[in-house]
């Protein structure tokens, strides 16, 4: 997927204006949030537990590369293949040859990042496949030709009406002429559509929660079973996964887990937990005869060294963007790439380039909500800023908002002027606000009164009173 | 004023020495936050000073990507608050920036590392630092009101704020103190954020402002002026006669003018 | 082998700064982490394995019916099929054995087609924690029978409760000695959230779960 990550503000704008999304973001707040929260709740281990996951997760990074040669040497066992890509464009084209040697002319595909990272899709539709996403919203959204705007529940801002109106254009060619608005008609008539695609696919495609080292299993966690009709039903099975995807063993995952259900969709565990490790074996009567693991670096060994290395440790889950005010103000597709929220807002400027995407870091209040509920700890806020100096220092920064810095630090820096230029300032403001407390309109500070009145100050500041006080009780 | 708790004996060596680290925003827009902070901390023992050399914590660099200035910043608070017992500031967020993040800026090992540290270690939002740290369970204060309380991110997540304000709240005479929906969901201030991306921040501000209407309550209170001044400015600018002050000059019993209002 | 994964490689041990493969005396121990897998912390329950499994199960929406003997298992069926008025002709798993099915029933042992109705597995274990029952594939338990038909009844026996994942797990190695091509852990029907948050059951997979729970 290109990257719309520069046009922040303008797509801001247009979440901010759009009803239909102010209203599914209302919905998405109280419904994710107090269900996580009950989920939570209710176990009383979950703190130990997260601090255990984040262990199996730095533990497992600081070795990356002997846990990915294990699990390399385990699907081979298996009879399976796994492919090695650097960069997005290299995964695509691993992923066009394994189709094009099978001969495929379908590929149904079940929910993944990475494949939306490698952008898949138009890959393959530009090679003459035909990619059918299967995962509900995915499917919603690759009809409606949009990005995800939520890495759990992509097509959260489409409402009822606009799907149905999505579904009534497209479905007519499979014989379904009538619009229906009913969520369970819709997931009806999509249940009936998307069936006889699993059926007649050569290759499904699925990404990876998990990748476990001890047994060269790749895991999908779904709610829907569409990642298993993906990945059983096809001649051959392809798995796109970043590197940091991979634990050592099935009770490390197993562990993960228990964090992962509750903070993505306050469930204890989701409906399907599906290991796949290798082909079908002899004698199977069904599942794929062929079996691809794709490992993705796209920059991801590079931030293990660095600053961001923590980011690493991130399981999707979602939860710090259901947590984020901005992210329900804007919406995600204002991110304009894969990944949205606070985890989005460090992974895009580091995957697609700061001076690309640097609106993201900036647009965040650093209230540190996504933080305290990252079920791995990740220090969002800290990492949001981290960018924000690394912006500063490559001089990315608007020259505009870079001199009032300079200059207000040079005073900051020097008391005495401080003092002298703000209490002379203070005293201006004092009086042009005695009138009404208060100042409906400031030059150069159209930000804040274009929608707020400034409070006026006293007039005097505090420190030229307390320095009164200080001779007076002399 | 009768009935504060007193910790230590009034001989003046034996009481705390506190530094007030007024913020930039009480210094300038409301000083009467800082005495109210200095009233409190005297009733409840402390003696206290206020560093002539202070400016601001240096927020609006470190967060604004300019590490090289916000150490500068540091630096000069760091020295100008060592002599003291204790660092207090009426904000969650510039003590917070002193506490969490001042440490932060120095390699560690460095001198100023750990000098950095070791002011982090004594440095408290006032609120806070009456309750945990001098015990005060109440204050004698009156204020006629329904209130609601607005937890300020900076102090609920790095400094632990919650409880305290909430208790000592309760001890104020003829103040009620009612919750509001997701009181610990950002107003949209976020320091430059709110300039930076005034839309965004107006989206914020006024769902914390229908949650502060929802509850029906005519006052409402918080521990952090950045926060107070936006919520204030927004409510004023809709029409909305909600009055709002910082919590300590409730607890001072010195709330006369709210934030925004006119001379009386 | 691919210049790229050499080159993640060494991107990889860069970042770790190392030089190469981790030394052999850490390998070791590593190893013996994988060999020797150890389960972390284990939450707590609050029942027996089986009535924990029962109540979690039946929190997920899933069906449980509880019987003394194998030679129930065909009336549930039946029954299943009246309720929800489905054709008497199943697919149950090949290696599926000691049930005496009625001969209402036209019973076909294979892999699942697209418009079979209702399959009928055998569950390897049942995990009392979440409620999720574990099936693997195999000549004798096609993996297709626990996603295409409309109605999917599993048969569990209450031997083969755990209380944990972890535990069943422990007994896959201890039984199996290698990974199956699938591993499926299943948790209630199949079900979306899709459609504005709605949750609404049968999406892509089965609509019903009927897990019939076996004493004996
Ligand atoms: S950053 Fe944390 S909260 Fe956000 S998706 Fe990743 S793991 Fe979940």
Request: charged share 25%.
């Amino acid at each position: 997927m290109k990257s719309a990550a520069h046009d922040f503000p303008s797509r801001a704008r247009a979440g901010l204006q759009n009803p239909d999304l102010v209203r599914a973001m209302a919905r998405a707040r109280t419904g994710f949030i107090d269900k996580r929260r009950a989920a939570v709740d209710a176990l009383p281990e979950y703190p130990q537990l997260r601090r255990i996951a984040r262990e199996i997760k730095e533990h497992t990074l600081q070795h990356l590369d002997y846990y990915l040669e294990r699990f390399e040497a385990r699907v081979r066992e298996h009879g399976g293949h796994v492919h090695w890509a650097s960069t997005p464009a290299e995964a695509q084209a691993i992923v066009l040859d394994v189709c094009r040697a099978a001969g495929a002319k379908r590929i149904t595909k079940g929910k993944s990042m990475v494949g939306e990272e490698i952008a898949l899709n138009e890959a393959l539709e530009a090679a003459g496949f035909e990619p059918i996403e299967t995962d509900l919203g995915e499917y919603i959204i690759q009809l409606a030709n949009e990005p995800p705007s939520h890495i759990i529940a992509p097509a959260i801002h489409k409402t009822r009406d606009q799907i149905a109106d999505l579904f009534h254009a497209r479905h007519a060619q499979y014989g379904l002429h009538e619009r229906r608005t009913e969520p369970t008609a819709l997931v009806g008539e999509a249940r009936t559509v998307l069936r006889e695609k699993f059926q007649t696919a050569d290759v499904g495609i699925t990404g990876a929660n998990f990748l476990v080292a001890e047994t060269g299993s790749s895991v999908i966690v779904t709610n829907e079973g569409n990642g298993d009709l993906t990945n059983t039903l096809p001649r051959v099975h392809v798995v796109t996964a970043g590197i940091e995807k991979v634990v050592p063993t099935l009770e490390d995952m197993s562990t993960i887990l228990r964090v992962l259900a509750r903070n993505a969709t306050g469930q204890e565990a989701s409906a399907y937990t599906t290991l796949s490790s290798g082909p079908r074996r002899a004698g199977d009567l069904d599942g794929p005869g062929e079996y691809h693991v794709v490992l993705l670096d796209n920059g991801r060994s590079q931030m293990l060294g660095n600053e961001f290395h923590e980011m690493l440790r991130c399981i999707r889950c979602g939860a710090c963007m259901n947590h984020c005010p901005v992210y329900h103000a804007v919406g995600g597709h204002a991110y304009g790439w894969v990944y949205v929220g606070p985890m989005g807002s460090v992974l895009t400027p580091l995957m697609v380039g700061l001076d690309e995407a640097r609106d993201l870091p900036n647009a965040c209040t650093l209230n540190g909500r996504c933080r305290e509920v990252c079920p791995m700890e990740i220090p969002l806020s800290d990492m949001i800023r981290k960018l924000r100096e690394r912006e500063f220092d490559e001089r990315l920064t608007p020259p505009r908002t870079r001199l009032g810095l300079r200059a207000w630090a040079f005073a900051a820096r020097r008391p005495a002027l401080y003092r002298f230029v703000t209490s002379l300032a203070m005293r201006v403001l004092g009086l042009l606000g005695r009138r009404r407390g208060r100042l409906r309109r400031l030059p150069l500070a159209g930000g804040w009164t274009g929608t707020r009145d400034l409070p006026a100050p006293a007039g005097e500041t505090f420190m030229a009173a307390w320095a009164k006080r200080r001779v007076e009780k002399r | 004023m009768p009935n504060r708790v007193r910790q230590s004996p009034d001989d003046a060596t034996a009481r705390p020495r506190v530094g007030l680290l007024v913020t930039c925003l009480v210094d300038l827009f409301r000083p009467a936050v800082g005495f109210a902070a200095v009233r409190l901390l005297e009733d409840a023992g402390c003696v206290v000073d206020v560093p002539a050399v202070q400016t601001c914590c240096g927020q609006p660099a470190y967060n604004g990507g300019d590490s090289g200035n916000a150490r500068a910043i540091a630096k000069r608070t760091i020295e100008a608050f060592e002599p003291f017992d204790y660092v207090v500031a009426p904000s969650g967020s510039c003590a917070g920036m002193l506490r969490e993040h001042y440490p932060r800026l120095f390699p560690t090992g460095a001198g100023w590392h750990g000098r950095a540290q070791a002011l982090a270690e004594r440095t408290h939002e006032l609120v806070s630092f009456l309750a945990d740290v001098l015990g005060v369970r109440e204050v004698a204060a009156r204020f006629e009101a329904d209130a609601t309380y607005h937890d300020s991110c900076s102090g609920l997540r790095e400094m632990g704020v919650r409880g305290q304000p909430r208790r000592l709240l309760a001890s104020v005479g003829g103040l009620t103190v009612a919750e509001m929906r997701d009181s610990d969901a950002c107003c949209g201030f976020g320091g430059t954020f709110c300039v930076k991306y005034p839309e965004i921040s107006t989206r914020l501000v006024d769902e914390k402002c229908a949650k502060i209407l929802a509850t029906g309550a005519g006052v409402l209170l918080g521990g952090d002026l950045g926060c107070l001044m936006n919520i204030a400015g927004r409510l004023a600018r809709e029409s909305h006669p909600v009055r709002v002050f910082h919590v300590a000059e409730v607890l001072a019993g010195t709330a006369g003018r709210g934030i925004g209002e006119r001379g009386r | 082998m691919s210049i790229a994964r050499e080159r993640i490689l060494a991107s990889v041990r860069r970042s770790l700064r190392r030089a190469g493969p981790l030394p052999e005396s850490v390998r070791e121990v590593l190893d013996r982490r994988l060999d020797a897998p150890a389960p972390n912390l284990k939450p707590a329950l609050d029942d027996d394995p089986v009535s924990h499994f029962v109540h979690k199960a039946d929190a997920v929406h899933a069906r449980i019916s509880r019987v003394s003997t194998l030679a129930e298992v065909s009336g549930v069926v039946l029954r299943h099929i009246e309720e929800h008025g489905l054709g008497e002709s199943i697919v149950a798993a090949p290696g599926l054995e000691g049930v005496q099915w009625s001969n209402r029933l036209a019973v076909e042992r294979r892999a699942a087609r697209g418009s079979d109705q209702i399959s009928v597995t055998g569950a390897f274990a049942g995990i009392a924690e979440t409620g999720s029952v574990m099936l693997l594939s195999g000549p004798e338990s096609p993996t297709t029978l626990n996603f295409l038909p409309e109605d999917h009844v599993v048969v569990l026996r209450e031997s083969r409760i755990v209380p944990h994942l972890e535990d069943a797990w422990a007994m896959l190695r201890e039984e199996r000695g290698s990974m199956p091509r699938t591993v499926n852990l299943i948790c209630g029907p199949s079900k979306t959230g899709d459609v504005e948050l709605v949750i609404l059951e049968g999406a892509h997979g089965p609509r019903r779960l009927h897990v019939i729970v076996v004493r004996e």
